[in-house]
């Protein structure tokens, strides 16, 4: 079974360079957004997560059955949410 990545930034400049990268390579990936409508382009070819590294209750339902995660953050505090919510969710 594939592992799924839950690409964090997905519509950033970071973000739009490294998913055609990784669907080039055959990953399964989970895009975590604020606006699904930011990855519309990429079709049926990525998951969407909607959410907001400010909201930390978000990232629950955006980490089940991911298996690593890119995280892209802007504030330290969003850091902090998305490894709290890792922890929660026995994301290793």
Do not use: C, W
């Amino acid at each position: 079974m594939q592992n799924k990545i839950l690409i964090t930034g997905a519509t950033g400049n970071i973000g739009k360079l490294l998913i055609p990268s990784l669907l080039e390579r055959g990953q399964s990936l989970r895009a975590f957004v604020r606006d699904e409508r930011k990855v519309a382009y990429l079709g049926d070819r990525v998951e969407r997560a909607v959410g907001d590294l400010d909201k930390p209750e978000t990232l629950k339902p955006a980490l089940e059955g991911v298996d690593r995660m890119f995280l892209v953050t802007v504030a330290p505090q969003q850091d902090i949410h998305a490894v709290e919510a890792a922890k929660r969710a026995a994301f290793q």
